[in-house]
Structure formats: structure tokens, C-alpha cells
């Protein structure tokens, strides 16, 4: 039975993409899922295990430009018994990138292609607005709209003050309050997922994101772990994939990210912070460090209880985390890439509501 594509996002933009690949064999695939060096990908042929050329392999420059999932990709589909072989990979329209594990400073991608990021984040002592920012900064710039999710309302006993917290950070973003203790507790994530497009869940091991997406799917596909004697959360997926909805649309599951490096997120900052930003702009300096300087917008909102000093302090922390990843030849050669070009195109026409 050959498969609609559309239903796993292939609209008219990848299909106009993919005709250019058509004189060389190839068919166009969504990587579905990825382990290592192997992929597995949704083709109008069905599900299929692939492996990129030894060619693609050759000419790629950094990590970030290998398939990932969510990417759509050609491929030579082969003989079924094996493996397809990916050629490919589509221009991205957003990618979602993170600052790798360890001390050097390379990219990651953790998704590709995703409409709409729910951040997760639980109501009991995960509860983290430092954390919240960061992931804030991260969905603006990758050009996907952020919803917030808060999680586990029945384990908070102030869920009103909590939420008013999240509402004086999260400006101009969507916030859910969700509860495993209620049949209809995940009722509001339903329409933020339609047939077509592809959500990501980003948050910290533990704040219910596989719970989430049962919810989605109406049975208990994927393992959930409860809480830690500390409150904390237990990892419970492994590896990310993306899967498909009975009612439409598309969800990607991803490992739990207590820590979220910066990278290249300068405009997402922007937003993010944009009441500093507005501050800064009406100090008396043009470069003002808003420490000791006279005619400091920004102190003067701090001192006054208009600002706190703690998101403040978490402004600068990403700015500096932000610049610091920038300095790195791996930034300098991202930066020059095309999905990053694509990703910064789409964001402004979504702005423009051209999208």
C-alpha cells in the first residue's frame, strides 16, 4: 500500500524540493528515528532501515549536517531487503540545535522541521523559570512557536502563583496547565497538533513528556517513569523519534535535557528577554554594562521591583553562553549554511504572517 506522505509533513514546499533529485532515481523519506549510523525512514514504499553514502559521509563538514530526525531526505531506495541509501538532505525550514555534550564546542541537531516546541516543564520542584528562559531563547531563534507546558498540577499547591510566574516570562507564548489526576487534564494539547505538522516535546527527564504523548496517541505506547525520592525525574526515553497520530500531525519524543547549551541564539534571546532589551535601549550610554553606570535604564527598573535581579542576571548568563559558542569554528562554519539561512527566512514570515 503506498503511503501519503503529506500526512508526515511532505507539503508542497519538500515536494517541489525533491522533484529537483527526481532525474537521479532518488524518492523522498522522513527520518523517522535514529540510532548511531542508522536511520529509519517513512517512504510512499513504507518504513524503511537506511544508511548514508560513503559520499555524503566524504562531504559533509560538520555534525549537524548528517540526517536527523525530522529531516526529509532522497534516497535510493534499493533492493528492499536492504538498506535505502540517503544522498540528501532537504533544506531544513527550522532545526533545533544544541550545544553538544562535553567541552567541544560543536552542534547538535536535536530535531528537524518542527512547527510547533512544547516546553515541558513540571509544577512541583522541577520547577525552574532559569531553565524555562533558556528554552524560550532556544524555540524562538530555531523559528518553531513555543508552548509552554506545565505539568503535574496536582503535585503543586500553589499552581495559581506558579503560573502567574511563567506568564510575566513567557510573553506572547501559550501556557498549559496540565494533570495526570483529571480524564480530561491533557485536553488543551490536542489543538496545537493537526494533521500535517510536527510538535517536538523539549524538557527535563521526568516532567511527563512521554505521559504527554500517550495522551496523544490514546494508549500507553511509550514508557513513563514516575519521580525520584528527591522529586526529580527519572530518564525514561533514550533516543528520539518522531511518530505519527491516529487524529493527524506528528510528535517527536526526545531524551530529557536538564542542561541545554546555547548555540547561536542571539535572536531568540532577543525575544525572549525583549522587556530588558527595551530597558537597555533607553540608558543614557549606548554600551552601557547596566552595573554602576549613571542613567542606567535597567538598574533603575531593578531597583524599583520592576525587574528582578535574577532574571537580569540570567539575560547576561545567556548572552554570554550565546557569544562564547559563537567564538567557535564550528559556529563560523554553521553559520555559513544554508538550513540556518532557510530556518531565519521561514521565522520572518511567520512574524509577518505569511506562513
Known amino acids: 500500500m503506498k503511503i501519503n506522505m503529506k500526512q508526515y509533513g511532505m507539503n508542497d514546499r519538500f515536494t517541489a524540493l525533491a ?14 528515528s535514529q540510532e548511531k549510523d542508522l536511520y529509519r525512514i517513512m517512504t510512499e514504499q513504507g518504513e524503511r532501515h537506511a544508511e548514508v553514502s560513503g559520499k555524503f ?21 534499493g533492493q528492499y531487503e536492504g538498506n535505502a541509501v540517503i544522498h540528501h538532505v532537504l533544506p531544513r525550514k527550522s532545526c533545533f540545535l544544541r550545544r553538544a555534550a562535553g567541552e567541544a564546542r560543536q552542534e547538535q541537531v536535536v530535531a528537524a522541521n518542527i512547527d510547533t516546541l512544547f516546553l515541558c516543564m513540571s509544577l512541583n520542584n ?55 489526576a483529571e480524564q480530561d487534564g491533557y485536553a488543551q494539547i490536542f489543538p496545537y497538533v493537526t494533521e500535517g505538522k510536527t510538535a517536538a516535546f523539549l524538557g527535563s527527564s521526568g516532567v511527563g513528556k512521554s505521559t504527554l504523548i500517550n495522551c496523544l496517541l490514546g494508549e500507553k505506547r511509550l514508557d513513563t517513569n514516575g519521580l525520584r525520592n528527591d522529586d526529580k525525574g527519572r530518564h525514561t526515553t533514550t533516543r528520539r523519534q518522531l511518530i505519527l497520530l491516529p487524529q ?69 548568563k545567556l548572552q554570554a553562553e550565546n557569544e562564547y559558542a559563537k567564538d567557535s569554528e564550528s559556529y563560523l562554519a554553521a553559520k555559513e549554511r544554508k538550513f540556518k539561512e532557510i530556518a531565519k527566512y521561514t521565522k520572518g514570515k511567520r512574524k509577518r504572517g505569511t506562513v
Not at 522533484?19 to 523517522?32: D, H, P
Not at 559521509?57 to 531506495?77: C, K, T, W
Not at 535572536?267 to 550610554?285: M, N, P, V, Y
Request: proline fraction near 3%; glycine fraction near 8%.
Open 19 to 32: 522533484s529537483m533529485y527526481e532525474e537521479e532515481g532518488l524518492i523522498a523519506g522522513r527520518v523517522i
Open 57 to 77: 559521509r566524504y562531504q559533509v563538514s560538520a555534525v549537524s549536517d548528517f540526517p536527523a530526525v525530522g529531516d526529509f531526505v532522497m534516497v535510493d531506495p
Open 126 to 180: 522541577d520547577f525552574n523559570l532559569r531553565r524555562l528562559e533558556r528554552y524560550l531563547s532556544v524555540a524562538w531563534d530555531i523559528g518553531s512557536i513555543p508552548v509552554v507546558v506545565l505539568t503535574k498540577a496536582d503535585l503543586c499547591t500553589d499552581s495559581e502563583s506558579r503560573l502567574a510566574e511563567v506568564s510575566s516570562i513567557a510573553m506572547g507564548v501559550d501556557v498549559l496547565v496540565t494533570t495526570a
Open 248 to 316: 493527524g500531525g506528528m510528535v517527536v519524543d526526545t531524551p530529557g535535557m536538564r542542561e541545554l547549551g546555547m548555540w547561536d541564539a542571539g535572536d531568540g534571546i532577543g525575544q525572549t528577554f525583549s522587556d530588558i532589551e527595551e530597558l537597555a535601549e533607553q540608558c543614557r550610554f549606548f554600551d552601557c554594562s547596566h552595573t554602576s553606570e549613571p542613567g542606567c535604564a535597567v538598574r533603575k527598573a531593578i531597583e524599583e521591583g520592576k525587574l528582578s535581579e535574577s532574571r537580569f542576571q540570567s539575560w547576561i
